[in-house]
């Protein structure tokens, strides 16, 4: 049936579109953009278009955590380690002409990190707190300098993620006008932004950095949420790239003739949330039950990830043992396995036996919709799970960026809910990052373990990479046994590809267009 659909759509698609030109490359993506605003953004959605294509940042990382230049020509970090200065290359320019210099950097940083601005960004809640961010200085024309708290061996790397924009500007613009109005200062220019359905990129003539040297004319990133028009959209040819293809269309699209599957080993982190949050743990029974270690724990058991990846997913997966991917997480470390009647027997030891009524506590469990793919089917599985074993939990399905992101953001979630972390493999660091500190904004539970957070500080600390990983071992530990989470899965990420392109993609969810071609027949 979902076969037959996906068919009839694409039927339609054909007669409705005509397929993009040989300049221009369009990408579909689940997730609207819900602002343009450099400073304010907090998903890999609106990363994907923005970061490297309509801002710059003073450095790029690839997938393996190389560090390579970008508006900054070179950096050198201080004997200290807290201060890293950059010298950026001469003749750098806004989209509005305004010439690009070390102001207008310290002013992209400043701003992200004023409080009367209130963003909850990536920047503001990634970075600043790994970094230990304290302070940005103009040194000269071209050089400026960012001081750090403590030393960090992935500060730089972390960097990347700062989105440069030119002061003159955005002092001229509202916030509102910011989020919908960028002027950026890399390789492409928005021309045309269209919140919940697109957004359109042209290229930037004589850019003068390496990185907008080729590539395409043209970029359209279309919103589509529906993952049957999705693929009927990349078989009739009016779409190149779909991002997160759910398994029921890998068939249709791979027997299309017109585009193939290409599935990747993701570094996104799927889980559920415990809520630590004092005023959310007040709330009900089930509430406070989750603020015990061992009934955590004890749940861990009764979720059958190995199921459902399998069934929800069509793969097969291994369930994670922490929040880092490997090869940095800890090989000493063994998956939960499912097993329902040591769940049972650990939540009567805990305290919490069933009742005359089978249920021991209640719990909500609140997912997004759409925010990748199977989330809510996801959640309805895992409140299953919980059910057989006296945990009756009831699925709150919540519109992603108007109603879930901002209770996320808040700490206002819970008592359970599904997240979606993008992860990396080049650091451990750049995964343990959500627990850089208890008052992180990135600890969207406030989990609060404080002896995790004193071996963070002695891990940032340590200069020798295998004392260091050592530590990191030693806190997956402290994690695997104090689970803030209940554990899951990597993501595997099943991108849609066009017959006429060329491109291998990327574990770690970044769509980056010089990486493209068009197939020259």
Known sequence: MKYLLVVALFLGAVALAQGPDANTLVIAQSRSTSTLDPAAISDAATFNITRGLVFASLVEIDADGKVTPSLAESYSVSETGTEVSFKLHEGLQCHDGE??????????????????????????????????????????????????????????????????????????????????????????????????DRVVLEKVADYPLERGQGGWQRLVWR????????????????????????????????NSGTATVKPVMGTRRISIWFSFNEKMAQS????????????????QYAIDVPSICANLLGVECERMTTLVNPPNDNPNLKPYPYDPELAEKMLDEAGYPRGADGVRFT?????????????????????????????????EVMET?????????????????????????????????LYASYK???????????????LYEKMLAERDPEARQAIVNDMLVIFYNDPPWI?????????????????????????DPFTVHLVVN
């Open 440 to 454: 992180a904004n990135n600890n969207y539970n406030d989990w609060n373990n404080p002896e995790w957070f004193d």
């Open 99 to 196: 010439p690009l210099t070390a102001e207008d950097v310290v002013y992209s940083i400043k701003r992200a990190a004023d409080p009367a601005n209130a963003f909850t960004g990536n920047i503001v809640n990634f970075v600043f707190p790994n970094i230990g961010y304290v302070d940005a200085r103009v040194d000269s024309e071209l050089e400026l300098t960012v001081v750090m708290s403590r030393y960090n061996p992935a500060a730089v790397a972390f960097m990347a993620d700062i989105l440069v924009h030119c002061k003159d500007a955005y002092e001229k613009m509202s916030l509102d006008q910011a989020a919908n109005n960028p002027i950026g200062s890399g390789p492409y220019r928005v021309v045309e932004y269209v919140r919940g």
């Open 487 to 511: 554990l899951l899965y990597f993501l595997p990420s099943f991108y849609g590809v066009s017959d006429r392109i060329d491109w291998t993609p990327r574990r770690d969810d970044r769509i």
């Open 363 to 395: 719990l909500s469990l609140q997912s997004p919709n759409g925010l990748f793919a199977n989330d809510v089917n996801l959640a309805l599985t895992v409140a299953q799970y919980l059910e057989d074993v006296g945990i009756p939990t009831a699925v």
């Open 223 to 254: 919103t589509i949420p529906e993952a049957s028009t999705q693929a009927a959209e990349l078989i009739a040819g009016n779409v190149d790239i779909v991002a997160g293809v759910v398994s029921d269309h890998v068939a249709a699209i791979n």
């Open 284 to 299: 009900s029974p089930g509430a406070a039950a989750i603020q015990s270690v061992e009934v955590r724990r004890a749940i």
């Open 401 to 433: 960026a108007s109603v879930f992101t901002p209770l996320l953001q808040s700490h206002e979630a819970g008592p359970l809910f599904i997240n979606s972390i993008g992860g990396g493999k080049w650091s451990p660091i750049r995964d343990m990052g």
